[in-house]
């Protein structure tokens, strides 16, 4: 099992940055994909972007595409979220996950660990 711990996030104004960690504990990290989803109120968790095993392939939601950056340091046991020109728009709780299926990574029901989510507020 994985015990995924998230850190970051906050409230900035828009045109700001943020970034976000997930850190994992309980296996061997390097084994699961790792995405990260995020969900607005009253809307359905959308997927942000995700990183493969190794971080040698990323995946990114098209609303977020040159805006945000994944990263993985499987040293450190960690996934990083950086986040750029921050819109209004990306208001939400947003959640790290990790998988070790690594096929459908932008599918929300292809993780097995969820964290515990964090709140990222951008103001206008």
């Known amino acids: 099992q994985v015990q995924l711990v998230q850190s970051g996030g906050g409230l900035v104004q828009a045109g700001g940055s943020l970034g976000l960690s997930c850190a994992a504990s309980g296996s061997t990290f390097s084994f699961y994909a790792v995405g990260w989803f995020r969900q607005a109120p009253g809307k359905e968790r959308e997927f942000v972007a995700a990183?493969?095993?190794?971080?040698?392939?990323?995946y990114y939601a098209d609303s977020v595409k040159d805006r945000f950056a994944i990263s993985r340091d499987n040293a450190k046991n960690t996934v990083y979220l950086q986040m750029n020109s921050l819109k209004p728009e990306d208001t939400a709780i947003y959640y790290c996950?990790?998988?070790?299926?690594?096929?459908?990574?932008?599918?929300?029901?292809?993780?097995?660990?969820w964290g515990q989510g964090t709140q990222v507020t951008i103001s206008s």
């Open positions: 996950a990790a998988g070790l299926k690594s096929i459908r990574l932008r599918d929300v029901t292809e993780y097995d660990y």
């Open positions: 990183v493969s095993r190794s971080g040698n392939i990323l």
